[in-house]
């Protein structure tokens, strides 16, 4: 950039040439001594011209240094819209290639269905390519669709919303039995009930654990542990409301729960009795759990199910006389052990649901 040193001029002529500097002002007055005021006007805007360009130049070249200097420090990348792939655009710097993963270098994630059952594995799955259930198909995706039915849930008529597209056409035609003056009203059931329904509806997943209990006895344990009653009520509205997959997932849940400690409930065959019809596969579960995992101790004070219902301690006591000593040999399986995938405990549920009083 041209070094300017500005003056102040007196006369007109400085007046109009102070941007130039001072050798180049004394040209021009030189020019317009000999050859005229018309010569020395046109070399002056050729003068002024030629500065100006200069000036643009010079500031062109800077801008094109500092935009050098940021691109030598940050390497840009140009996307390509069709591929999604990221490509370096600046030849000093290449792209490593990736290697494919080994057999030894795959792990293996077991993907979750729908309804929360690990899917089997598949022939070639470590064929150069990554398990994984962060990322699933987008066709594997449950489609919600638009229609939104609006529930009023327990006494206080909470109001609730779920996609019909998720829930079975025998649910939407049991809930219809519950729709009155333009509302569809379920008084009789609780809200944490309805909302691990709604939860396993969108996620296929059962959030009823709670935390663990420390420094109290077994029995202690067994009667404060809220998730039977969580998972017995939650049975319930699977089979009021016809959906026999969540029911089965109750089921296997509680299943699981009694497999996975000393305990099982001692405290649900009244409700249970009272709720449901007679033979109802939970039921029948839960005088297993009395006859072969609690040897009968669970009839027996200070155990809630000691004052359950007759028909509930006959068959407790009747199983226990069929059973005799087997129940004390571990080499006998218990009886929803028999067949894990197709039981006759925790299949088939199905059957003429009991109609509640509706309060009004």
Not at 26 to 35: A, G, N, P, S
Not at 57 to 67: N, R
Not at 308 to 314: Q, Y
Request: charged share 30%.
């Amino acid at each position: 950039m041209i070094d300017a040193h500005f003056i102040s001029a007196k006369d007109s002529f400085r007046q109009r040439c102070f941007w130039l500097p001072l050798g180049k002002i004394d040209t021009l007055e030189k020019i317009h001594r000999q050859h005229g005021a018309d010569e020395a006007d046109r070399a002056w805007k050729h003068r002024r011209k030629t500065a100006k360009d200069q000036n643009q130049q010079a500031e062109s070249s800077s801008l094109a240094g500092k935009v050098k200097a940021v691109s030598e420090a940050v390497t840009p990348f140009e996307v390509n819209a069709d591929s999604c792939r990221a490509t370096n655009s600046t030849s000093q710097r290449r792209l490593r290639s990736s290697k494919s993963p080994s057999a030894e270098d795959v792990v293996e994630i077991p993907r979750k269905t729908f309804d929360g059952k690990l899917e089997p594995s598949k022939p070639g799955v470590h064929a150069g390519k990554v398990v994984t259930q962060r990322r699933l198909p987008i066709d594997e995706a449950p489609k919600l669709g638009t229609h939104v039915l609006f529930l009023f849930v327990g006494p206080d008529r909470v109001p609730l919303t779920l996609h019909t597209n998720i829930l079975p056409p025998s649910t939407i035609t049991a809930l219809q039995q519950h729709y009155h003056n333009g509302f569809t009203q379920l008084d009789a059931y609780t809200i944490e009930s309805f909302e691990l329904y709604r939860v396993w509806l969108y996620t296929g997943k059962l959030y009823t654990r709670v935390p663990e209990y420390e420094g109290v006895g077994a029995v202690e344990v067994v009667l404060a542990d809220r998730e039977w009653g969580r998972l017995a009520n939650a049975y319930v509205l699977g089979v009021d409301l016809d959906d026999e997959r969540f029911a089965n997932a109750m089921v296997d849940a509680m299943i699981e729960k009694v497999d996975g400690s000393d305990r099982y409930p001692t405290s649900l065959a009244t409700d249970l009795w009272l709720s449901l019809d007679q033979g109802d596969k939970l039921c029948n579960l839960i005088v297993d759990f009395h006859i072969w995992k609690g040897l009968g101790t669970g009839i027996k004070k200070p155990h809630e199910d000691a004052a359950g219902p007759p028909t509930f301690l006959s068959q407790v006591k009747r199983g226990l006389k069929a059973a005799g000593k087997l129940i004390y040999d571990p080499e006998i399986p218990e009886p929803w052990k028999e067949n894990p995938l197709q039981s006759a405990v925790n299949r088939g549920i199905r059957s003429v649901r009991k109609k509640r009083r509706e309060p009004y």
